[in-house]
């Protein structure tokens, strides 16, 4: 076998060893071994068991000679590599002396790699490339050899002693190594040998052979730059593992380590290396190699923490646990069983001493205690967040004694102290810890010291839960919850009760937070999650019943969570928390208060209450006969809960209950022209796909409760209607999916354009019976509404019928009398036009009508359209254009068309706000009707203008003026805030009519105010029904508009204007959008009103546009500053002001309140209102009231608002008349008196009132001082008998009359007065 191995290796002897020189030796191995076959095939044979040392002895003796010369000559370096860095020779030898190149450290030698130019490789370079890389790969070939051969021998448990190796064998591996760096010189083809030889070296160490400790030097650095790099894998990181304990042979005191040190820094900020196990293992292990590179890695993962992600701080985390249990093992293990325990590898290994070891695990517990006393006492929430992220780990394994006393001796140094600190956030803080640390004990003492720990975690968390700041007392709660969740046999009964007490009885209804309130019920919900306190929280859920009507949403929402999760809980019924009537007030209430029926409470109330108004595993009969009862018992609550249903069950259960509502419709439709099937046939649900059926709603079952389906009863067909226009919205977006269209066609079957039509046509001649004001005729309109506005969703086969109908209506309406029209609403017919892309055509038609209306001559306006302009999004059920092509919209009556326009503006309707939406969306048809509505303001300046022939105006021309006047302004601004904009700007067409006001309208009434007609303009002011400023006597009064919360600025503010403030504002009566003129006015006095009018309109409409976040803010109060002049004017038994004051104090009141803007607030202060007027105070009041109730206001005007009313105090020569509040009160003006009364019901204001008279009285040395002064007397002793707000007055006003540097006698005199006063 060694002959043929030697026969089979004469080639490559003859190769390496018959050559005149190692040049020629080179390029003979090269050639015989760069066909891969011929390579692969010497490989394998010194792998083979038949490769002998003698075989080894001589191959490797004469690759020695050759790999000494290539490497010493550095041959295997390109020639222009050492041209390009001469210079660079050149600087590093000027800077640091002498110093050979070869001799230089690491660092500066990896650093050049990254600034060296391409290199150009040459013949010679290239083959001794060559062959290093066959050398590597023969002598690691050899090395598997070894291995093999002793894994034969010897048994496996001593596999770990060191392989000898010949020493050539040891010199070539040691000149191949030494020669690692400086291939990073020599091109690709220099990195390809580099990493064959990197893998020589990890194959050496690996085999635990002799002097292995001699390889590493080099390897290490260059294995974990390989790590860093952008393309590292985690096999590369696995290798790095795999050569862990020749970390240990480095000193990394040494200052030649610090290029290593940094790039084992680096590992920290890797992901690689954070989120893969092997990479979390490495960077632990680091910990371990030195203290001084623990406090350094340390340092380094601090800096990452701010910037790291949710996912990555627990890996951190990880990193930090995995270190300290390395450590704590390594260390019981040497003082367990010494140095013997040490494996044989150890011996090529420096020693590390026990004192070393113990002082790495002090290390690492030091830089975790670090975090620990971090995590309480930084100042970021965030910070303290992402600490305890890193620290849960430690928490998670509480029940491992050795990290329970671990916890123990890091946390209780500070812990405890922290609990009761000043600082409130250290509280906050700290109280996490303490849940998730409790019980914070030694496991190594006993009972006795447990139940210390225990009273001290009790009295800590009463200390929290009655902390005086909100924060802390959400922060006790939350750590209160989690330690009886957790650990609740660990706490006594008597503890149990006490923390729950506070919990339910205090924190549930801790008025002066919601946050508290919220968390509180968080925490119940939180405590049900364990079943062993079931028996304890189940008297005391009624408790939490009354938090179902929280004013917070959030708390609303939580409390309704909760009845969730109690509903899910065997033993507990939600409605012995909260009665069902609560419940459903609750939800009418939520319909109310949002503006809107879908909202987080709605959907979560009607999930709650699904069951029991519309069960999924009932008959059809069932549930419709629960529905039909449910709307006619309780319809607002109804109306929110199926707009909310419909997106919480399956579309196939909607589609089923929508068809069963129009069923509905249909039958009373029947029975009312008695022709009714009461047992219908069954109707089969997509029958080909689901097979599901749906039940006849009329059924047998059902006999007992459809008495009620009957026409008479309109209210119930109007909520019929309403809901199941609710459901088909709701379920729109769904119908458009494909896989629902058996669904969709499903609905369409029932909902076609004859059934639309026949139910309108039925509820239209209802409406037309009897008094035309009645409830009957509105919920008529309404059932029209709905079901015209689910024309959308008709067959596209079925729709040119249903608009040839409609067009035929709006015929037969236009020929109707007068008299005969209010019996039919047409807005919902027009709506059915904005399905089909011709709103456009609607434009024009409603523009040529109201243009005619203020024009002398009949000319065309606008030009015939050509063309549809299509805008907006095409929906699915828009018909196509061929069905556009044909029939136009008629033109209507001018007065008709601005009752329209009127209604479509200020409406909440659906067809309202589908027919608005429409027309604001397309360009076109907002200019058409701006344009017309525009002539409307021509129209009043010459009614203004024209005194002497007033009388040849009608009094129904002057009210549809009004009509169209407000719609102008209300539509260029519906126009603006369809925008898509960040900013809501104010329009030309709303700047052109503030500045028609203040320029012409104004300044011709004013020229004209010289009449002294007798009658009013306007009905009795009825001041005392005021309500658009707020009627309740409370500290938070109704807001001013329809909206409770200013809406976010996006385009859905289209459908969210606010309407117009109610008629009790102004005495003007207000019916379909007209306003009413007395026909016996003077011709002034109709100029009068007709201003007056739209200056309240005009108040209210741009008041609107604050509240929902307009801007130009600045330009509309300037405006409205010039138009108080008319104020001072009053014709005959017309005041102005009084006419205007409601909504002037409404405007007022937004512009302080949103705008931050007291200026026009000045202005009532100075009006005289000498004449007594019922409701003036109450009025202004109401103002006052809505203004302090904004926590905006008082952070920001409430000085500048006091201000004011200081500065307007009436002084009198004898004050002393002034004996008590109420004759100081009377002698003063009403704006004054109003404001005071306001000021008193209000602690906040008054302190800020009584510190502005103080800081008044300290600066100014005026007679004014004086009333200054009484105010603040009358005040003091107007609070004698109430401890808590007195003692704040008085500390206020000693405050700053001590501070005062103004010792004129005037002021010493009144400050003695004040001072003997209050010591009294």
Same mark, same amino acid.
């Given at each position: 076998?060694?002959?043929?191995?030697?026969?089979?290796?004469?080639?490559?002897?003859?190769?390496?060893?018959?050559?005149?020189?190692?040049?020629?030796?080179?390029?003979?191995?090269?050639?015989?071994?760069?066909?891969?076959?011929?390579?692969?095939?010497?490989?394998?044979?010194?792998?083979?068991?038949?490769?002998?040392?003698?075989?080894?002895?001589?191959?490797?003796?004469?690759?020695?000679? !050759?790999?000494?010369? !290539?490497?010493?000559?550095?041959?295997?370096?390109?020639?222009?590599?050492?041209?390009?860095?001469?210079?660079?020779?050149?600087?590093?030898?000027?800077?640091?002396?002498?110093?050979?190149?070869?001799?230089?450290?690491?660092?500066?030698?990896?650093?050049?790699?990254?600034?060296? @130019?391409?290199?150009?490789?040459?013949?010679?370079?290239?083959?001794?490339?060559?062959?290093?890389?066959?050398?590597?790969?023969?002598?690691?070939?050899?090395?598997?050899?070894?291995?093999?051969?002793?894994?034969?021998?010897?048994?496996?448990?001593?596999?770990?002693?060191?392989?000898?190796?010949?020493? =050539?064998?040891?010199?070539?591996?040691?000149?191949?190594?030494?020669?690692?760096?400086?291939?990073?010189?020599?091109?690709?083809?220099?990195?390809?040998?580099?990493?064959?030889?990197?893998?020589?070296?990890?194959?050496?160490?690996?085999?635990?052979?002799?002097?292995?400790?001699?390889?590493?030097?080099?390897?290490?650095?260059?294995?974990?730059?390989?790590?860093?790099?952008?393309?590292?894998?985690?096999?590369?990181?696995?290798?790095?593992?795999?050569?862990?304990?020749?970390?240990?042979?480095?000193?990394?005191?040494?200052?030649?380590?610090?290029?290593?040190?940094?790039?084992?820094?680096?590992?920290?900020?890797?992901?690689?290396?954070?989120?893969?196990?092997?990479?979390?293992?490495?960077?632990?292990?680091?910990?371990?190699?030195?203290?001084?590179?623990?406090?350094?890695?340390?340092?380094?993962?601090?800096?990452?923490?701010?910037?790291? /992600?949710?996912?990555?701080?627990?890996?951190?985390?990880?990193?930090?646990?995995?270190?300290?249990? =390395?450590?704590?093992?390594?260390?019981?293990?040497?003082?367990?069983?010494?140095?013997?325990?040490?494996?044989?590898?150890?011996?090529?290994?420096?020693?590390?001493?026990?004192?070393?070891?113990?002082?790495?695990?002090?290390?690492?517990?030091?830089?975790?205690?670090?975090?620990?006393?971090?995590?309480?006492?930084?100042?970021?929430?965030?910070?303290?967040?992402?600490?305890?992220?890193?620290?849960? @780990?430690?928490?998670?394994?509480?029940?491992?004694?050795?990290?329970?006393?671990?916890?123990?001796?890091?946390?209780?140094?500070?812990?405890?102290?922290?609990?009761?600190?000043?600082? @409130?956030?250290?509280?906050?803080?700290?109280?996490?810890?303490?849940?998730?640390?409790?019980?914070?004990?030694?496991?190594?003492?006993?009972?006795?010291?447990?139940?210390?720990? &225990?009273?001290?975690?009790?009295?800590?968390?009463?200390?929290?839960?009655?902390?005086?700041?909100?924060?802390?007392?959400?922060?006790?709660?939350?750590?209160?919850?989690?330690?009886?969740?957790?650990?609740?046999?660990?706490?006594?009964?008597?503890?149990?009760?006490?923390?729950? &007490?506070?919990?339910?009885?205090?924190?549930?209804?801790?008025?002066?937070?919601?946050?508290?309130?919220?968390?509180?019920?968080?925490?119940?919900?939180?405590?049900?999650?364990?079943?062993?306190?079931?028996?304890?929280?189940?008297?005391?859920?009624?408790?939490?019943?009354?938090?179902?009507?929280?004013?917070?949403?959030?708390?609303?929402?939580? /409390?309704?969570?909760?009845?969730?999760?109690?509903?899910?809980?065997?033993?507990?019924?939600?409605?012995?928390?909260?009665?069902?009537?609560?419940?459903?007030?609750?939800?009418?209430?939520?319909?109310?208060?949002?503006?809107?029926?879908?909202?987080?409470?709605?959907?979560?109330?009607?999930?709650?209450?699904?069951?029991?108004?519309?069960?999924?595993?009932?008959?059809?009969?069932? %549930?419709?006969?629960?529905?039909?009862?449910?709307?006619?018992?309780?319809?607002?609550?109804?109306?929110?809960?199926?707009?909310?249903?419909?997106?919480?069950?399956?579309?196939?259960?909607?589609?089923?209950?929508?068809?069963?509502?129009?069923?509905?419709?249909?039958?009373?439709?029947?029975?009312?022209?008695?022709?009714?099937?009461?047992?219908?046939?069954?109707?089969?649900?997509?029958?080909? =796909?689901?097979?599901?059926?749906?039940?006849?709603?009329?059924?047998?079952?059902?006999?007992?409760?459809?008495?009620?389906?009957?026409?008479? &009863?309109?209210?119930?067909?109007?909520?019929?209607?309403?809901?199941?226009?609710?459901?088909?919205?709701?379920?729109?977006?769904?119908?458009?999916?494909?896989?629902?269209?058996?669904?969709?066609?499903?609905?369409?079957?029932?909902?076609?354009?004859?059934?639309?039509?026949?139910?309108?046509?039925?509820? %239209?001649?209802?409406?037309?019976?009897?008094?035309?004001?009645?409830?009957?005729?509105?919920?008529?309109?309404?059932?029209?509404?709905?079901?015209?506005?689910?024309?959308?969703?008709?067959?596209?086969?079925?729709?040119?019928?249903?608009?040839?109908?409609?067009?035929?209506?709006?015929?037969?309406?236009?020929?109707?009398?007068?008299?005969?029209?209010?019996?039919?609403?047409?807005?919902?017919?027009?709506?059915?036009?904005?399905?089909?892309?011709?709103?456009?055509?609607?434009?024009?038609?409603?523009? %040529?009508?109201?243009?005619?209306?203020?024009?002398?001559?009949?000319?065309?306006?606008?030009?015939?359209?050509?063309?549809?302009?299509?805008?907006?999004?095409?929906?699915?059920?828009?018909?196509?254009?061929?069905?556009?092509?044909?029939?136009?919209? @008629?033109?209507?009556?001018?007065?008709?068309?601005?009752?329209?326009?009127?209604?479509?503006?200020?409406?909440?309707?659906?067809?309202?706000?589908?027919?608005?939406?429409?027309?604001?969306?397309?360009?076109?048809?907002?200019?058409?009707?701006?344009?017309?509505?525009?002539?409307?303001?021509?129209?009043?300046?010459?009614?203004?203008?024209?005194?002497?022939?007033?009388?040849?105006?009608?009094?129904?021309?002057?009210?549809?003026?009004?009509?169209?006047?407000?719609?102008?302004?209300?539509?260029?601004?519906?126009?603006?805030?369809?925008?898509? &904009?960040?900013?809501?700007?104010?329009?030309?067409?709303?700047?052109?009519?503030?500045?028609?006001?203040?320029?012409?309208?104004?300044?011709?009434?004013?020229?004209?105010?010289?009449?002294?007609?007798?009658?009013?303009?306007?009905?009795?002011?009825?001041?005392?029904?005021?309500?658009?400023?707020?009627?309740?006597?409370?500290?938070?009064?109704?807001?001013?508009?329809?909206?409770?919360?200013?809406?976010?600025?996006?385009?859905?503010?289209?459908?969210?204007?606010?309407?117009?403030?109610?008629?009790?504002?102004?005495?003007?009566?207000? %019916?379909?959008?007209?306003?009413?003129?007395?026909?016996?006015?003077?011709?002034?006095?109709?100029?009068?009103?007709?201003?007056?009018?739209?200056?309240?309109?005009?108040?209210?409409?741009?008041?609107?546009?604050?509240?929902?976040?307009?801007?130009?803010?600045?330009?509309?109060?300037?405006?409205?500053?010039?138009?108080?002049?008319?104020?001072?004017?009053?014709?005959?038994?017309?005041?102005?002001?009084?006419?205007?004051?409601?909504?002037?104090?409404?405007?007022?009141?937004?512009?302080?309140?949103?705008?931050?803007?007291?200026?026009?607030?000045?202005?009532?202060?100075?009006?005289?209102?000498?004449?007594?007027?019922?409701?003036?105070?109450?009025?202004?009041?109401?103002?006052?009231?809505?203004?302090?109730?904004?926590?905006?206001?008082?952070?920001?005007?409430?000085?500048?608002?006091?201000?004011?009313?200081?500065?307007?105090?009436?002084?009198?020569?004898?004050?002393?008349?002034?004996?008590?509040?109420?004759?100081?009160?009377?002698?003063?003006?009403?704006?004054?008196?109003?404001?005071?009364?306001?000021?008193?019901?209000?602690?906040?204001?008054?302190?800020?009132?009584?510190?502005?008279?103080?800081?008044? !009285?300290?600066?100014?040395?005026?007679?004014?001082?004086?009333?200054?002064?009484?105010?603040?007397?009358?005040?003091?002793?107007?609070?004698?008998?109430?401890?808590?707000?007195?003692?704040?007055?008085?500390?206020?006003?000693?405050?700053?009359?001590?501070?005062?540097?103004?010792?004129?006698?005037?002021?010493?005199?009144?400050?003695?007065?004040?001072?003997?006063?209050?010591?009294?």
């Amino acid at each position: 076998m060694n002959m043929s191995v030697t026969n089979e290796f004469t080639s490559l002897f003859e190769a390496i060893e018959q050559q005149p020189d190692h040049s020629t030796s080179v390029a003979s191995l090269v050639d015989l071994l760069s066909s891969s076959k011929d390579r692969n095939h010497f490989l394998a044979v010194i792998k083979s068991s038949s490769f002998h040392k003698n075989h080894a002895r001589r191959i490797f003796g004469a690759l020695l000679e !050759i790999i000494s010369a !290539i490497v010493q000559k550095e041959e295997f370096v390109p020639a222009n590599a050492f041209q390009d860095h001469e210079g660079e020779d050149e600087r590093r030898n000027s800077s640091q002396g002498t110093k050979d190149s070869h001799n230089m450290d690491k660092s500066d030698r990896l650093s050049s790699v990254s600034s060296m @130019p391409p290199v150009t490789p040459d013949e010679e370079s290239t083959r001794a490339l060559h062959f290093m890389k066959y050398t590597t790969m023969m002598v690691q070939s050899y090395l598997a050899n070894i291995l093999s051969r002793r894994i034969l021998k010897e048994p496996t448990s001593r596999v770990r002693k060191p392989n000898d190796v010949m020493d =050539e064998v040891k010199e070539i591996t040691g000149i191949l190594h030494s020669s690692l760096f400086e291939l990073n010189s020599c091109g690709k083809e220099g990195i390809v040998v580099q990493k064959s030889i990197i893998s020589l070296c990890e194959a050496y160490w690996n085999g635990n052979f002799v002097d292995r400790n001699d390889y590493v030097t080099s390897l290490i650095p260059l294995l974990v730059l390989r790590t860093l790099d952008g393309n590292a894998t985690k096999a590369d990181i696995k290798r790095l593992w795999d050569m862990k304990e020749a970390l240990h042979l480095i000193s990394f005191q040494d200052e030649s380590v610090v290029f290593l040190r940094s790039l084992l820094l680096r590992t920290v900020t890797s992901l690689l290396y954070v989120k893969s196990v092997e990479g979390r293992k490495m960077i632990a292990h680091l910990f371990q190699l030195d203290t001084s590179l623990v406090k350094d890695l340390h340092t380094a993962i601090k800096a990452q923490i701010p910037m790291a /992600t949710k996912t990555v701080l627990p890996l951190y985390g990880d990193i930090y646990w995995r270190a300290w249990r =390395e450590a704590s093992q390594t260390n019981d293990e040497n003082n367990d069983n010494g140095d013997n325990n040490r494996t044989s590898q150890d011996d090529q290994s420096p020693d590390v001493s026990d004192d070393d070891l113990k002082n790495i695990k002090d290390s690492i517990e030091d830089v975790l205690q670090e975090l620990m006393n971090a995590s309480v006492h930084v100042a970021s929430p965030h910070m303290a967040k992402s600490l305890r992220s890193i620290l849960d @780990p430690f928490h998670a394994l509480k029940k491992n004694p050795e990290v329970d006393l671990l916890l123990y001796e890091l946390y209780t140094p500070f812990l405890w102290r922290s609990l009761s600190a000043a600082n @409130p956030m250290v509280r906050v803080n700290a109280s996490s810890i303490l849940a998730r640390t409790f019980p914070l004990r030694n496991p190594n003492m006993g009972s006795i010291h447990l139940k210390e720990v &225990n009273d001290k975690t009790v009295e800590s968390l009463l200390s929290l839960l009655n902390d005086d700041d909100h924060k802390a007392r959400v922060a006790g709660c939350n750590a209160t919850v989690q330690i009886l969740a957790t650990t609740w046999d660990a706490l006594s009964t008597k503890d149990i009760r006490i923390l729950l &007490n506070v919990i339910i009885t205090k924190h549930a209804k801790d008025a002066s937070s919601s946050a508290v309130r919220t968390q509180a019920i968080n925490g119940i919900s939180q405590l049900l999650d364990a079943p062993e306190t079931h028996g304890v929280l189940k008297p005391l859920m009624p408790f939490l019943g009354d938090l179902i009507h929280d004013r917070v949403e959030k708390v609303r929402l939580a /409390t309704v969570k909760l009845l969730l999760k109690l509903k899910k809980t065997k033993g507990f019924k939600y409605y012995h928390t909260v009665p069902s009537s609560h419940l459903l007030a609750r939800l009418a209430a939520e319909g109310e208060v949002n503006k809107s029926a879908v909202g987080p409470v709605a959907s979560a109330l009607t999930e709650l209450l699904s069951n029991s108004f519309f069960p999924l595993n009932a008959k059809p009969s069932e %549930q419709m006969r629960r529905t039909l009862s449910f709307l006619d018992n309780d319809p607002k609550a109804a109306r929110v809960f199926y707009a909310n249903i419909g997106y919480q069950l399956e579309i196939r259960s909607v589609s089923k209950l929508i068809v069963l509502f129009i069923k509905t419709l249909k039958l009373a439709m029947a029975r009312d022209v008695k022709d009714v099937d009461v047992h219908g046939p069954e109707v089969n649900l997509v029958e080909d =796909e689901a097979g599901d059926d749906c039940a006849d709603p009329h059924g047998e079952e059902a006999d007992s409760d459809v008495d009620v389906v009957v026409s008479s &009863n309109t209210r119930l067909m109007s909520e019929i209607a309403d809901n199941m226009l609710a459901l088909l919205t709701s379920i729109s977006n769904d119908l458009e999916d494909p896989e629902n269209e058996g669904c969709f066609h499903f609905i369409q079957q029932e909902i076609r354009s004859d059934s639309i039509l026949d139910l309108c046509t039925h509820f %239209q001649t209802k409406a037309g019976v009897g008094d035309p004001d009645t409830s009957l005729k509105i919920d008529c309109q309404r059932i029209c509404s709905s079901l015209l506005s689910c024309s959308r969703f008709v067959h596209v086969d079925d729709r040119n019928r249903l608009r040839r109908d409609c067009l035929n209506r709006l015929e037969a309406y236009i020929k109707l009398p007068s008299t005969e029209r209010n019996s039919m609403e047409i807005t919902p017919y027009l709506s059915v036009f904005c399905f089909w892309n011709t709103s456009r055509d609607m434009a024009q038609s409603l523009s %040529q009508s109201i243009s005619s209306l203020f024009k002398k001559d009949d000319e065309i306006v606008f030009a015939p359209v050509s063309g549809m302009l299509r805008s907006g999004k095409r929906k699915q059920f828009d018909i196509s254009e061929n069905e556009n092509a044909t029939d136009c919209i @008629p033109k209507l009556p001018g007065d008709l068309c601005i009752q329209i326009i009127a209604n479509v503006l200020r409406g909440s309707d659906p067809c309202s706000l589908l027919i608005r939406d429409a027309l604001v969306s397309c360009e076109e048809s907002t200019t058409m009707l701006t344009n017309a509505l525009e002539n409307a303001t021509i129209a009043a300046e010459e009614i203004i203008s024209r005194t002497a022939s007033f009388d040849c105006y009608e009094t129904n021309y002057i009210e549809l003026v009004l009509s169209a006047c407000e719609a102008f302004g209300r539509l260029s601004i519906h126009k603006e805030a369809y925008k898509n &904009n960040t900013l809501l700007d104010l329009s030309p067409q709303a700047k052109s009519l503030l500045r028609w006001l203040s320029r012409r309208a104004l300044p011709l009434i004013t020229s004209k105010l010289s009449s002294t007609d007798n009658s009013s303009p306007f009905k009795s002011l009825n001041l005392s029904r005021i309500s658009a400023i707020g009627t309740r006597e409370s500290a938070s009064p109704i807001p001013l508009s329809p909206l409770i919360l200013q809406p976010p600025r996006r385009r859905s503010n289209v459908s969210t204007t606010p309407s117009k403030v109610d008629s009790s504002f102004v005495s003007m009566e207000m %019916q379909g959008g007209r306003y009413v003129v007395h026909s016996d006015f003077g011709t002034t006095q109709k100029a009068l009103a007709l201003v007056i009018a739209i200056l309240q309109s005009t108040f209210a409409l741009f008041g609107d546009w604050l509240k929902v976040g307009g801007q130009g803010s600045d330009d509309i109060i300037s405006h409205v500053k010039e138009w108080t002049q008319i104020f001072d004017y009053k014709v005959g038994g017309v005041d102005v002001k009084l006419e205007l004051l409601p909504s002037y104090c409404r405007f007022a009141a937004i512009t302080a309140r949103i705008c931050s803007d007291v200026s026009l607030m000045d202005v009532l202060f100075n009006l005289d209102f000498s004449e007594s007027e019922n409701g003036i105070e109450n009025c202004l009041e109401d103002a006052f009231r809505y203004i302090f109730a904004s926590k905006t206001t008082r952070d920001h005007n409430l000085t500048d608002i006091v201000r004011i009313l200081a500065t307007n105090l009436r002084s009198y020569e004898n004050q002393d008349e002034f004996s008590n509040m109420e004759r100081f009160l009377d002698g003063q003006n009403t704006a004054v008196k109003a404001m005071l009364r306001t000021v008193m019901s209000s602690n906040i204001v008054l302190l800020t009132l009584a510190e502005t008279l103080s800081q008044k !009285i300290a600066e100014n040395d005026t007679q004014v001082c004086f009333i200054h002064a009484k105010l603040l007397l009358l005040l003091l002793d107007h609070y004698k008998d109430q401890q808590s707000t007195f003692g704040e007055l008085k500390q206020c006003v000693i405050r700053h009359l001590s501070s005062s540097k103004n010792e004129t006698e005037s002021i010493q005199s009144i400050r003695d007065v004040i001072t003997d006063e209050v010591m009294s």
